[in-house]
């Protein structure tokens, strides 16, 4: 919508990155079954809603660091790439038949579209909307298999995965993964780093504790005289900018 507005128009479009990562959060101790989580991760085609339901404006991926973001992987490989018939092999080895995603009322297109997908692969999926409070509490409390929500960037690598597998977020417990976490939070030297990193990312997918949608852009329309509103964004969440230094030519400068 804002690219179609800013045609033809004064305005000035602009076009921001961020490491927000679309993703369907899973409940791990309701589905302990890693073959589950991995047909899951496998009969969601990504790519289709990226370009389809959010058309180009949310850029796939299957790892949870975007690219020009702290510990992005170049060479990182997609463990469980969109594959609906190893899914429906994986689903039904499993005996696995139904799901559950919770999700905030009036945010369905989503779900719907993950429904939809599973049921290429033998799954039902039951749709559980609610406030943001009540999906949210399903999911903590294990009322339900998953929440479609979010993921942020908070900071490092390291901090970004233990809060995602904290008690208040994914809950999930891996001796080896926490040993990565903190082997990646105490590393200086940047080759270590850059390592320990490329380690924890693909240990992190291969859990398969969430499936990776896309990372989200913002878009902003903005009056062509207006300055420093570039420079105001900042690329780890939709939403948090600084507007202390933004004005309009020929105003006076913020003191």
Known sequence: QAQLAAQGSTLRLVDVP????????IQSDRLPDHRVREALVRGIDRDAIADGYYQGGCVPSAQLPREGFPGY?????????????KARELAAEAGWTRFEISYTAGREALPVIVADNLAEIGVETVLRPGTSIEALTAFRT????????SMASEGTLADTVKWT???SRLSYDDPELAALVE??????????RERINAQLVTAVAEAAIFVPICHYNTYFLVASDVVGFDEALNGE???????RYVGRVGEAEPS
Do not use: G, K
């Open 73 to 85: 992987v170049d060479d990182f490989v997609d463990p469980y790439p969109y594959d609906p018939a």
């Open 18 to 25: 961020t490491s927000q990562l679309a993703a369907l959060w």
């Open 237 to 243: 969440s939709q939403f948090m900018m600084d507007l």
């Open 142 to 149: 294990a009322q339900s298999d998953s929440f479609m929500y």
């Open 183 to 192: 082997q990646a939070s105490r590393a200086v030297d940047p080759e270590d």
């Open 165 to 167: 597998t904290a008690d």
